[in-house]
Each structure stands twice: as structure tokens, then as C-alpha cells.
């Protein structure tokens, strides 16, 4: 990458029918309103749709003239199968993750590639600050590690990247397996793997997307199955030489606690002990 231009990008995301319209509407308008804009942007339908969600799709389909692909899934499969299927669709070397529900900062894009060009990475992300009806309502920050050597701790016992942060080389993504399907994990096993075969990785301090949250993203932490597949992505980590068998054992001694404990307790504990506190800035 040159050191003095930015490269052109595109957008990947992923919506299904129980998102709600006017959540994508504004998802689609803060990646539309980027200080840098994108060269396209790949929407997949992770099956058939609301019609509201179609409307909005279409309007914006037409607003973006020609800018944006959809492509539609015959059935719900799941993030990771989804994203699969449209990271080929993508016309750029450089991708920029995005949520159907979620509110990118003005700025999130020219942050990032700023940070790709000067440091010649294959991956980078930032701080998210999380929202219950409205940006800031929480002043919740989950920041991440900065530099590779502290990634690659983090990577240990949690996923150092904020998946809807991110922004990487397609290239490197594809050279790793790509989105693969894995429950709950799609994104922190994408890299692990690329990190393994020598991704060269970074986040930015900012906070550049605000993440809109709820009790099913602790809820999901008292669900068997969802532990079930946090022992599997452990076990596949240490396969693959990312972490020891004491690694191993204590990550999954963590989940197992966080399984059994009542709901609001793991939201107290992930909120004093994972999430900083701090006005919107």
C-alpha cells in the first residue's frame, strides 16, 4: 500500500429478517456519510427478508447508484456462512466489516486506512462504545488491545478485535479459510487463523462505531450450546499452537462460570470487569 494514498474499499454486511428496518436505514447512512467513501458495498440476505427491510435495501440500492450489490440467501444459515458467501463479491483488496444494526463513526473508515497504509497491516480495529436506545446512553467502551504483542495475549482468553470494527486485506482473510461456520465465533476463529499463519495486526484507540446491546448478549453466555462451542474454539486454538492445555483449561474454566451463573451477574461482571466507563466522545 502506498504510504501517501488511501486504497478504495468495500463494504461487506450481513442482514436476516429479525433485524429491524430502521436500524439498517441508519447502519447503511453512517458507512453512506464516511469521511472516505467506499467503493462498494455487499449486503447479503441471510434469507428471505421483511418487506420493510426490502424497502429499505431498495431505496438505498437506488440511492448508491450502482454502488451496492445485494445478494440474497434462499435460507437463514447463520454470520459466518453468510459473510462467506459475499466476501468474493467485494470489488476491493480491502474490506470494512459492518452490522445491520450497529452506527459507524463519520470518520471510522479514513481512521482505519490511515492506520492499514502506515503500518502495512493485513488487519486493524478499534474501541466500540455500546448503547441501549441511543448512542452514549451507557458510557460503556470496550476498548482492545493496541499492538500485536498484547493481541496475541488477549487472543488467549478473548477476542481481541471488535468484529464490526475491523477492516482487512481480503486477501490475507481468504489465505486463512476465510469466514468459516463456527456458533458465536465466526470472527474471533477467522483470527486466530490468520494471526497463526503471520497476519500483521493492530487497533486503534478510538472509538469509531457505536454497538447497539441488550441482555441476549449475556443471556447467550448461560446457554449450554453456547459453551459447548467456546471448549470447541478453545480446543481448535491450542491445535493450532495459539495457546497451552493451561490456557485451554482456564479459558474454559471462565465460560463454565459464566454459564452457571444467574444473568445479571455475568452482565455486573462483564461490565465492571471488560467494559471501561467514559463519556461519548
Known amino acids: 500500500m502506498s504510504e501517501r494514498k488511501l486504497p478504495p474499499y468495500s463494504v461487506l454486511m450481513s442482514v436476516y429478517a429479525k433485524d429491524k428496518p430502521e436500524h439498517l436505514d441508519v447502519a447503511i447512512t453512517s458507512m453512506a456519510r464516511q469521511t472516505v467513501p467506499f467503493r462498494d458495498m455487499v449486503v ?18 437506488w440511492e448508491l447508484d450502482g454502488r451496492m450489490r ?28 459492518m452490522d445491520a444494526d450497529d452506527i459507524s463513526r463519520p470518520n471510522r473508515c479514513e481512521v482505519l486506512l490511515q492506520k492499514m497504509v502506515s503500518e502495512d497491516l493485513d488487519l486493524v480495529g478499534g474501541a466500540i462504545e455500546e448503547f441501549d436506545r441511543r448512542p452514549g446512553d451507557m458510557g460503556s467502551v470496550r476498548a482492545v488491545p493496541l499492538k500485536k504483542a498484547d493481541i496475541d495475549t488477549w487472543l488467549k482468553e478473548r477476542n481481541p478485535f471488535n468484529h464490526v470494527s475491523v477492516m482487512f486485506d481480503k486477501r490475507m482473510v481468504e489465505e486463512a479459510g476465510g469466514y468459516q461456520p463456527f456458533p458465536w465465533m465466526e470472527d474471533y476463529w477467522l483470527w486466530a487463523r490468520m494471526i497463526a499463519t503471520g ?40 491445535e493450532i499452537g495459539l495457546i497451552s492445555r493451561f490456557d485451554q483449561v482456564k479459558a474454559i474454566a471462565q465460560r463454565t462460570a459464566a454459564t452457571v451463573l444467574p444473568t445479571r451477574l455475568v452482565k455486573l461482571a462483564y461490565n465492571k470487569l471488560l467494559r471501561k466507563r467514559g463519556a461519548s466522545s
Open 70 to 97: 445485494i445478494h440474497r440467501l434462499s435460507e437463514n444459515g447463520g454470520l459466518g456462512p453468510a459473510l462467506a458467501a459475499g466476501l468474493p463479491l467485494c470489488r476491493c483488496d480491502v474490506v470494512a466489516r
Open 199 to 238: 497476519c500483521r495486526c493492530a487497533n486503534v484507540p478510538d472509538v469509531i462505531v457505536d454497538v447497539r446491546v441488550g441482555d441476549g448478549m449475556y443471556s447467550r453466555r448461560s446457554n449450554m450450546a453456547y459453551l459447548e462451542s467456546q471448549k470447541k474454539f478453545f480446543s481448535e486454538l491450542r
Open 44 to 61: 447479503v440476505c441471510d434469507g428471505p427478508l421483511t418487506e420493510g427491510l426490502d424497502a429499505i435495501l431498495s431505496d438505498w440500492e
